[in-house]
């Protein structure tokens, strides 16, 4: 399936050889082709439709995280309305990836596990299919957008301050950002802790976004320049050298990378949450 694709877009290279050369190279139709100004992307299939013009151009990232979402949705009520005792292979698949990922929050949120991993589990699927879907020809990863990893990462810090005050109470969680003081010292210590823990609650939804957006916009350039430089090799040819290939295979793993870190993290940031003695496992 992988070399389908780079296949097809090889010669959707070829077609379209003059313009993702200035693609890649960043020159003024690359700021065009992905959908949005910064660095260059393949192009995609909303902007082949709209010609680069109209609401639709304008939101590509939303039209493509819409279809994540989609994807999802359909694949889960196809899986549960066939769900059958004796799983199929697709229903295998799904139950095997469902199960990878509650048996990894498992190991570390031991017996919340059940409460948090549909919300932690739908966060990782979501962020890999918008990680991915950026390496399928015509398609654009929704993760290079800086405004969508940012929704994600004030979403996580929202629902990691509901769980404290929701476990904790409003006095626990008010003395959790304290630093839990436990004697007179530590209680001194409030003035100086309470800045400093609040301050670094905040810095968590930028550290979230920023990083997984400079990844997968790093990833998805990457891809776009070398598309560009297969095609300046041979130009003469009506099918351009895959010089990408490597990368896709690179960028498969660097996507899957982050989506995962960015969950990891996001399970620490609501462990971190939940009374002490009920996560000492």
Request: charged share 10%.
């Amino acid at each position: 399936m992988l070399l389908y694709y780079v296949n097809a877009l090889a010669v959707s290279v070829a077609q379209f050889g003059p313009w993702l050369i200035a693609t890649a190279s960043g020159g003024e139709a690359g700021e065009h082709s992905g959908g949005h100004e910064g660095p260059p992307h393949l192009p995609n299939l909303v902007y082949f439709l709209t010609h680069g013009e109209g609401w639709a151009y304008e939101w590509v990232n939303v039209i493509f995280a819409g279809f994540s979402m989609l994807l999802m949705i359909t694949v889960a009520m196809s899986v549960y309305k066939k769900r059958q005792m004796i799983p199929g292979p697709f229903q295998n698949a799904i139950e095997m990836m469902v199960e990878g990922m509650y048996n990894f929050i498992h190991s570390i949120l031991g017996k919340d596990t059940k409460k948090y991993v549909p919300f932690l589990g739908t966060l990782f699927f979501y962020i890999l299919i918008n990680n991915w879907i950026g390496m399928v020809p015509f398609g654009h990863s929704p993760s290079t957008s800086l405004n969508i990893t940012a929704s994600l990462a004030i979403l996580v810090f929202l629902y990691a301050q509901w769980t404290g005050i929701s476990r904790l109470g409003l006095g626990g969680y008010i003395h959790h950002l304290c630093g839990s003081p436990a004697d007179v010292i530590s209680w001194c210590m409030v003035p100086l802790m309470l800045p400093l823990h609040i301050i670094g609650e905040l810095a968590k939804p930028f550290s979230l976004a920023l990083r997984l957006f400079g990844n997968i916009t790093g990833e998805d350039t990457l891809i776009a320049v070398f598309v560009g430089l297969g095609m300046a090799i041979v130009a003469f040819s009506p099918v351009g050298v895959p010089l990408q290939l490597p990368f896709y295979f690179l960028g498969l793993l660097l996507s899957t990378i982050q989506a995962l870190v960015f969950t990891l993290l996001s399970t620490i940031y609501i462990l971190m949450m939940l009374p002490h003695e009920e996560h000492a496992h």
